[in-house]
């Protein structure tokens, strides 16, 4: 199974060509090989999003608000999540705006 599947994967809110492993506690990349993956139960991901009102696809690179949209996500096998990898940085790599 690839890291963007799985339940420790976190995405990276800027750089979509990277990640964070939760249960490593180190970076990895999206598509990624690895052998102690766990899948996210689709279960979690419906809970999840009524208790966010929203879940990002990390295939489209979407927003997703509406349930049945939702729901079409999962069904062609999307990874959808609402956690995010914090970069603590990411305002010093940022231009400032007037």
């Not at 420790?8 to 249960?23: D, S």
């Not at 009524?50 to 939702?70: K, N, P, Q, R």
Request: glycine fraction near 8%.
């Amino acid at each position: 199974m690839n890291c963007e599947n799985c339940a420790y994967y976190r995405q990276h809110p800027l750089y979509n060509f990277m990640g964070y492993c939760e249960k490593k506690g180190s970076a990895v990349f999206p598509d990624q090989s690895c052998p102690e993956a766990i899948q996210a139960v689709i279960k979690d991901t419906e809970r999840l999003f009524e208790d966010y009102g929203w879940a990002y696809c990390m295939d489209c690179g979407t927003i997703v608000f509406d349930s049945s949209e939702l729901k079409k996500h999962i069904s062609l096998g999307h990874s959808l999540t609402q956690r995010f990898l914090e970069d603590e940085v990411a305002t010093y790599e940022s231009p400032g705006g007037d």
